[in-house]
């Protein structure tokens, strides 16, 4: 499929304001390489249309990393032998302390998939400390019904990530050996139910390096639309990550080099001009430096992948980061790029009493 594809059709998605999906095919082809540069200003010039020269900054705070699912990518999974954590809420409110300490006020909440150990009530009560710190609590757990994702909302929380990881059905399978994960439906179904339940942002994204990247790369984006067009007064973004070492030994199927993931974000950006487009510290340093200026808007920073380690580092982290910039690091970098850091760009309006 992919070599159908010449340069012209490239060129001619290019020249279009609204893209369709033989032009996000042509844009993540082959015959798209030699035209990476023209990809670049033509995404560049919509980004700072539709998004300024601003940068969104968040951190992830891990609540807890018990998870019942056998999923072989990931060190939460529950075949290894750790000790499992999950942070009091007096330990939440330190390692809120400690990243408000920074100017972030957007945060981003993860768990291991245990209803148990990690239940609706749970997130809910951390939901409840973290509002006293942060304008924008974001959640990235297992998959929920739209009720619930209804009680979060109205608990504090605004934004949903979900990735559904490798959208190759048969892939999907044999990475997730058994579990509430396996299921394909529900999770793929998940980020709609976030838009009914009314959240303002919903995050997605596929974890490149599980299957052909190119194939990935559509799946998402042509998800990203559906949802966009669907559910317009929710803001639909995407994250590109890359697969990092982790406790295992899984090897990813497919290499996907720097200059591909080049392309994947700029394929993302003039397929979707008004999608955010987030880029994690999985990438190293340099790389992010310069990517910055390609589409992204969302960067993290100060970032632990550890149970509370924010405030009490030395646990099992989730995957091995590669950007270990902090905050004031990272902030002082997009100064020097001519970029404007955003700490706080979003609040819950709150009724006032009398």
Not at 260 to 283: M, N
Request: neutral net charge.
């Amino acid at each position: 499929m992919w070599k159908e594809f010449r340069e012209d059709d490239v060129r001619r998605a290019l020249g279009k304001d609204k893209l369709n999906e033989n032009d996000l095919l042509a844009l993540l082809s082959p015959a798209a390489t030699p035209l990476l540069e023209e990809m670049a200003l033509a995404a560049q010039r919509l980004t700072r249309a539709h998004f300024g020269y601003s940068m969104q900054l968040f951190t992830p705070m891990y609540l807890a990393d018990f998870c019942v699912n056998h999923c072989t990518y990931c060190s939460f999974s529950s075949i290894y032998d750790f000790p499992r954590k999950k942070l009091s809420l007096e330990e939440v409110r330190r390692e809120a302390e400690k990243i408000a300490a920074t100017g972030l006020r957007h945060i981003l909440i993860l768990t291991g998939e245990s209803r148990r150990e990690n239940p609706v009530s749970y997130i809910k009560d951390c939901v409840d400390v973290l509002r006293e710190f942060f304008s924008s609590v974001s959640i990235e757990i297992n998959p929920l019904s739209t009720a619930e994702y209804k009680e979060l909302l109205q608990a504090g929380v605004d934004g949903l990530t979900l990735y559904q990881e490798v959208y190759h059905q048969e892939t999907y399978r044999k990475l997730h050996v058994k579990g509430p994960k396996r299921n394909y439906r529900n999770r793929l179904d998940a980020p709609e139910r976030g838009c009914q339940a009314g959240f303002r942002s919903v995050n997605i994204g596929t974890l490149l390096g599980m299957y052909d990247w190119r194939q990935e790369a559509f799946q998402s984006a042509m998800h990203a639309r559906y949802l966009q067009d669907r559910y317009p007064d929710c803001e639909i973004s995407l994250s590109p990550p890359r697969f990092r070492p982790y406790l295992g030994e899984f090897n990813p199927e497919c290499d996907v080099t720097d200059r591909s993931l080049v392309q994947i974000i700029l394929a993302y950006r003039l397929f979707l001009p008004r999608s955010g487009i987030t880029l994690s510290t999985r990438e190293p340093a340099s790389l992010r430096d310069h990517l910055i200026h390609l589409g992204i808007t969302k960067m993290s920073a100060g970032v632990t992948t550890e149970v509370g380690g924010h405030t009490n580092a030395g646990g099992t982290p989730q995957f091995e980061i590669s950007d270990s910039r902090s905050v004031q690091e990272i902030t002082k970098m997009l100064y020097t790029k001519g970029l404007q850091p955003i700490f706080k760009d979003w609040d819950i309006l709150t009724e006032s009493t009398t």
